[in-house]
């Protein structure tokens, strides 16, 4: 439970009254964000996002579907590389030893996150990188979001 902000409250949010303070619920990856929690299932959210990645590389019967596909898969790609970073940098702050991602994983995702190059560039640019495919970047990434659960306080 996290305390519910105003603008929350007025959407309608559910929420219950806990010492006289508004409260929703949250999952673990919002209160991580917020750094006042930890994960308890962090393989489970990587392979949420993988399938979403999974499915959408792939789909596509005409050129314009599998470019309208390959676009939506490099987006849900940025977003669970996005995940990952805020879920190892939340943990870094809450005092857990994560290692820095590989130089060229933090390279990848900056090719992930530029939108002005085409899916097949960017796919591309990650074979250069050293991932076969952005499957191969994507399960690199994801499992470091399902290690997490074997992180050690410093």
């Known amino acids: 439970m996290i305390e519910a902000t105003p603008e929350e409250i007025a959407r309608g949010a559910d929420i219950v009254m806990i010492d006289g303070r508004p409260m929703r619920p949250s999952s673990g990856y919002e209160l991580v964000q917020r750094r006042q929690g930890n994960l308890l299932d962090s393989e489970q959210l990587s392979i949420m ?91 690199k990434v994801t499992s470091r979001i399902g290690a997490i659960r074997e992180a050690k306080m410093k």
Request: aromatic share 8%; proline share 4%; charged share 25%.
């Open 49 to 139: 996002e993988s399938y979403k990645v999974d499915e959408y590389w792939t789909a596509g019967s005409t050129p314009a579907e599998v470019m309208r596909n390959q676009t939506e898969a490099m987006e849900q790609l940025r977003k669970t590389a996005n995940v990952a970073q805020t879920v190892e940098s939340s943990y870094r702050d809450m005092g857990y030893r994560i290692e820095q991602m590989p130089n060229n994983m933090q390279e990848a995702i900056k090719v992930i996150n530029n939108n002005s190059l085409s899916p097949a560039a960017r796919a591309a640019r990650l074979r250069e990188l050293g991932y076969e495919t952005p499957g191969d970047f994507l399960n």
